[in-house]
């Protein structure tokens, strides 16, 4: 799945069959990846209303085997490891000794003793890296398996009966969290019910040689459900529209999950020590005494777009700074998350503004997320 020369993307299995669809490409995370293939807008709505098929094979996946790999991701993550039963999964997080957050993982439960920890790419070797570390004194295996998945997902209210038609495992009984080792069109496949756009989907592991053949009897059984193949910028706006955090915008190693309103994916009652536990113990008391700031939702009045690194201001003062903006397709307004001070983060919260290019655009302050499925 790499490229042959260092200093050049690494590309998927699927990168020939993006550009022979005529894909718009770009470097994501040191990865060469399908930003769109038409209209991104398009492609959102298809997933809001039909479904969308998305390469995601530059997720790191890391496996971690062996008689105490559960008590080595206990200490290693924040959450508590020993509760998720086999075939499901958990969202949760890893932190510096300080509390940071190195970055946001969902932990899958393959086997008695096997899990599979998936990083986002910017971060996947810092993760790995970082278990590795930990891992010393554990009687555990912490192995790379990023060369060993392709990853493909199929999102959207559609995506049930467009896999349904290729798979005989059982899709109804597998609840949202959870995966199962299946077949799909005939592909071995680790079936997960997880996702990163606020729609029912699953998510897909197979080998990278089989990605091609997958993707393409994909298209063929969603051609008259309205599926189409989707990049990386739809997936941005479906995951703001859904409040979901996108590491490097919401989360940061400056960041505790305290401080990004993420508290309760940190897990103090479980059984021994865990990296982080003093200082978020700490973050957790500083939350509690004296809010920081929170992640808010703000939607636009008018048609500029805001963008991170913007300052949120009310009252001619400096009151927080968004993370993430967009146009919402869904909305058909501007939209963006924003850390703001505790005093003006409560819906509906008046005078609050965005200072885009020396104006201060007036914006809504809404309870996120924006946008939330009808189940």
Known sequence: ????????????????????LGATMTDF?????????????????????????????????????????????????????????LGRARYTMICRADGGILDDLIVYRLGETEYMVVANASNAQVVLDALTERAAGFDAEVRDDRDNYALLAVQGPES???LKSLTDADLE??????????????????????????????ELFVAPGDAEK????????????????????????LRLEAGMPLYGHELSTSLTPFDAGLGRVVKFEKEGDFVGREALLAAAERAAAEPP?????LVAEGRRVPRAGYAVVAGGEVIGEVT???????????????????????????????????NHEP??????????RQK
């Open 214 to 237: 997958l993707w393409q009897a994909l298209t063929e059984a969603g051609a008259d459900a309205g599926l189409v193949p989707c990049g990386l910028s739809c997936r941005d706006t």
């Open 29 to 85: 995370a040191g990865w060469d990846m399908a930003l769109r293939y038409g209209s991104e807008r398009d492609e959102h709505i298809a997933v809001r209303t039909k479904a969308g098929l998305f390469d995601l094979s530059h997720m790191g996946e890391i496996t971690v085997t062996g008689p105490q790999a559960v008590a080595l991701l206990n200490h290693a993550l924040v959450g508590n490891i020993a509760t998720v039963g």
């Open 324 to 358: 993430s903006g967009a146009p919402s397709p869904t909305l058909g307004k501007p939209i963006a998350m924003a850390y703001v001070d505790a005093a003006h983060a409560a819906p509906g919260t008046a005078g609050v503004g965005v200072d885009i290019r020396g």
């Open 1 to 20: 799945m790499s490229s042959t020369e260092p200093d050049r993307p690494r590309r998927t299995a699927l990168d020939a069959l993006h550009r022979s």
């Open 160 to 162: 049930a009966g467009i």
């Open 363 to 372: 914006y809504e302050v809404v309870a996120l997320p924006f946008y939330k």
């Open 173 to 202: 009984g597998l609840k949202y969290y959870a995966g199962l080792p299946g077949t799909v069109a005939g592909v071995p496949a680790l079936i997960a019910r997880t996702g990163y756009t606020g729609e029912d989907g699953f």
């Open 293 to 297: 700031r929170v992640l808010v939702g």
